[in-house]
C-alpha cells in the first residue's frame, strides 16, 4: 500500500501520533507539560529537528548505511546524526537571535535525547518511506507531537484547582490524562492507517 | 559470514562519519560560538576582560569571584542571582522559575543559566569579593555516625579564613569514577571563626551522591583538595532575643560552630538547641555538644529521637523534633530561629515556629536538598 506525502503527513498527526499511539516522546511530555508557553516551545523545537533530522537520518541510512550494508547500525548512527544536528542548530540559534533562543534553543539538549525523534527515524525505515515521505512524516509527527503537548498544558492548566487524589498527584495524574487522550485519538485511527 | 574486510569497512565508515560530525561542531564551536573579547565591570569599580561563550558564574569564577551556588551550575538551587545592569538580554526559560517579578524589575538574573556574550555591567554584594579560593590538605577524617564523617581540611594557600560561624564552603570535586567534570557543593562548616586555619565539614553520605560518595568513599588523609568560601547569610544576628536552634542529620556543623563561637564571646543569650534523629547512634557528637553547656551558661541541648531502639535505654525525648519544640517553647514573641536540615523538617518547625509566634523574618535556614 502505498501514500501520498499528503496522507502520511495527516496520518502521523492524527492517526499514527507518535506520542499517543506509541508511547514515545514520554518524559519531556511529562515534565515539560506544566505551562502552555513552555509546552508551545519545546514543541516547536520537536517539530523542526524531527522535520530535518528524519531527512537526515533517511540521506544517511540510504547512501552510507545501504551500500556498505551496514542497516544494523542505524540505531547508532541515527543518534550521532540527531545529537550533533541539535548541538550545532543550538549554537546558530544561540548566534543569530537571543529571542529565539529564549524560546526554543533553551530546549534544543532536552530532545536530543527524545526516543520520539530517534523512533521516527527508525519507522521511516521499517515502513519504507522515499525522502519526501520521510520529510512529512517528520513534519507530520512534529506536529502531532506539539498537539498532544499542547492540549495537556491546556488540561493541566485547567486541573491547578482540582482536587486529586494524594497518590495521583503530578505523573499520575498526568499518565490517566495521556491515556485517555490516546482513547479519543484513536478514533481518528479508522480514517488512514499508516502503520 | 562476516569477513575481515566488512567488518573494517564497517569501522571506518563509522568512524569516519562520527568524525565529519565531531568535526563540523568543532569548527561550528570555534566559529559561531566564539564571543571574542568581553568586558565585564562590576559594581563600576572593577573592570574585567573576559573571554565570552561561557555561563557568568563560570566566567566570573575563574577570576576569582565565587558568586555563591549550591547545584554548581544546573540552575536547581537559585542561588546565584547577580544583578545586571546591561548586556544580558532577555530571561531565558530556565532562570524565571527563581526570579520574581520584583527581581525582574531590578534585573536580577541566574548567573549560572546567563552566558557572557557582549560587554556586561553587574553588581554583587560586596563581600563576594572577600570570597577565596583555598587550597587545602585533608588533616583528618573521623566518622561521627554509621553516615556522617567529620572532615579538617589544614588551609595551605590562602593559609588562614575570615568568616561568620553558620556560613558555607564549596568543595571542589575532581573528576572521578561517578562523575565525568568537576563539581562544587556546599556544606556548612562546623568549625570555629577564630581557628582560622582550618575549615572543619560534617559530611553525610547521600547514596550515589557525587560529593559525598568521593568524601566517605575515595578522599584519604593527606590529600589535596580546593574550597571556596566563605558564603551565605545564615550566621547569628546581634540582637537580645531568645535563640532557638533546630538541626537534624549533618545540619548539625553550622549550629556547632554557633554555639562554639558563642561561647568563646560569653554570649549571654538564652539558647536551647534541638537535634533529630533516629537512634541514639544517629547523634552527632552528643557529648561535645551537651559539654557546651558547661562553657555557656544559659544554653540547653535537648536531642529528641524518632525509633530509639531497645539498647539505647533513651530517657530523653522522643518523637518528631517538631514535638520537643512544641512541649518545651512557651512563646516566640521574643525569640529567633536557626533551622539547620531536610527541606521537610524545615517547612515542619517553620510552621511550628510561626504558630508559636516566631516572627517567620526572624527564621533564618540553610535548606539543603
Redesign the interface.
Known amino acids: 500500500m502505498s501514500f501520498t506525502p499528503v496522507a502520511i503527513f495527516f496520518g502521523a498527526i492524527f492517526t499514527g501520533n507518535i506520542l499517543l499511539s506509541n508511547y514515545l516522546g514520554m518524559c519531556s511530555f511529562l515534565s515539560v507539560s506544566k505551562e502552555i508557553k513552555t509546552s508551545t516551545g519545546l514543541g516547536a523545537a520537536v517539530i523542526f529537528v524531527m522535520a530535518v533530522t528524519t531527512m537526515l537520518n533517511w540521506i544517511v541510512y540510504h547512501y552510507l548505511l545501504i551500500p556498505f550494508h551496514l542497516e544494523y547500525l542505524r540505531f547508532i548512527v541515527f543518534i550521532v546524526v540527531i545529537a550533533a544536528f541539535v548541538q550545532l542548530v543550538e549554537m546558530i540559534i544561540e548566534r543569530v537571535s537571543e529571542g529565539l533562543y529564549a524560546a526554543l534553543g533553551i530546549f534544543l539538549p532536552l530532545i536530543t535525547v527524545n526516543c520520539a525523534i530517534l523512533g521516527v527515524s527508525l519507522f521511516m525505515v521499517i515502513r519504507s518511506y522515499t525522502l519526501a515521505e520521510s520529510f512529512f512524516f517528520g513534519l507530520g509527527s512534529g506536529v502531532g507531537w506539539f498537539l498532544a503537548i499542547i492540549a495537556m498544558a491546556g488540561i493541566r492548566k485547567k486541573m491547578v484547582g482540582a482536587k486529586i487524589p494524594k497518590g495521583l498527584e503530578g505523573p499520575g495524574i498526568t499518565l490517566i490524562i495521556a491515556g485517555m487522550m490516546a482513547l479519543a485519538f484513536m478514533g481518528f485511527s479508522g480514517m488512514i492507517n499508516i502503520s | 559470514m562476516f569477513s575481515v574486510s566488512?567488518f573494517l569497512?564497517?569501522v571506518g565508515?563509522?568512524t569516519a562519519?562520527?568524525a565529519i560530525?565531531?568535526i563540523?561542531?568543532v569548527v561550528?564551536?570555534a566559529f559561531?560560538?566564539n564571543y571574542g573579547e568581553c568586558k565585564i565591570s562590576i559594581n563600576g569599580k572593577k573592570d574585567l576582560t573576559v573571554k565570552g561563550g561561557r555561563s557568568l558564574l563560570l566566567t566570573l569564577m575563574d577570576e576569582e569571584i565565587f558568586i555563591p551556588s549550591a547545584c554548581g551550575g544546573r540552575g536547581s538551587c537559585g542561588l546565584c542571582k547577580v544583578k545586571v545592569a546591561s548586556g544580558a538580554?532577555?530571561?531565558?526559560?530556565?532562570e524565571l522559575p527563581w526570579i520574581s517579578k520584583e527581581e525582574q524589575a531590578e534585573n536580577v538574573r541566574l548567573s549560572c543559566q546567563l552566558?557572557v556574550k557582549t560587554d556586561m555591567s553587574i553588581t554583587i554584594p560586596e563581600e563576594l569579593f572577600s570570597v577565596r579560593r583555598f587550597k587545602t590538605k585533608v588533616e583528618s577524617i573521623k566518622d561521627l555516625t554509621h553516615d556522617i564523617k567529620e572532615v579538617r581540611f589544614r588551609l595551605q594557600q590562602p593559609d588562614s579564613i575570615e568568616y561568620k560561624a553558620g556560613q558555607f564552603v564549596q568543595i571542589q570535586v575532581p573528576e572521578y569514577k561517578l562523575s565525568s567534570e568537576q563539581v562544587f557543593r556546599a556544606y556548612s562548616m562546623s568549625s570555629v571563626p577564630s581557628d582560622t586555619g582550618v575549615i572543619e565539614l560534617e559530611i553525610r553520605l547521600v547514596p550515589e551522591g557525587i560529593c559525598t560518595t568521593w568524601v566517605h568513599q575515595f578522599l584519604k588523609e593527606g590529600e589535596e583538595v580546593t574550597i571556596n568560601g566563605p558564603y551565605g547569610d545564615f550566621y547569628l544576628r546581634d540582637t537580645e532575643r531568645d535563640i532557638i536552634c533546630i538541626a537534624g542529620g549533618s545540619g548539625n556543623a553550622p549550629i556547632k560552630s554557633i554555639l562554639l563561637d558563642m561561647a568563646e564571646k560569653g554570649n549571654p543569650r538564652k539558647v536551647s538547641y534541638f537535634y533529630g534523629a533516629r537512634t541514639k547512634a544517629d547523634l552527632v557528637l552528643p557529648d561535645e555538644m551537651a559539654a557546651i553547656e558547661e562553657k555557656l551558661p544559659n544554653y540547653k541541648y535537648i536531642p529528641v529521637l524518632s525509633q530509639p531502639v531497645e539498647d539505647d535505654n533513651w530517657e530523653g525525648e522522643t518523637g518528631w523534633v517538631t514535638d520537643a519544640v512544641t512541649k518545651f517553647m512557651k512563646d516566640g514573641d521574643n525569640t529567633e530561629a536557626y533551622l539547620c536540615g531536610s527541606p521537610g523538617m524545615i517547612d515542619a518547625c517553620v510552621k511550628v515556629l510561626t504558630e508559636k509566634g516566631v516572627p517567620e523574618e526572624l527564621i533564618f535556614y540553610d535548606k539543603f536538598a
Do not use: N, V
Not at chain 2, 538580554?89 to 530556565?94: I, W
Open positions: 566488512e569497512i564497517s565508515i563509522i562519519l562520527t560530525l565531531a563540523i561542531l561550528a564551536d559561531i560560538a538580554g532577555q530571561y531565558l526559560p530556565t552566558k
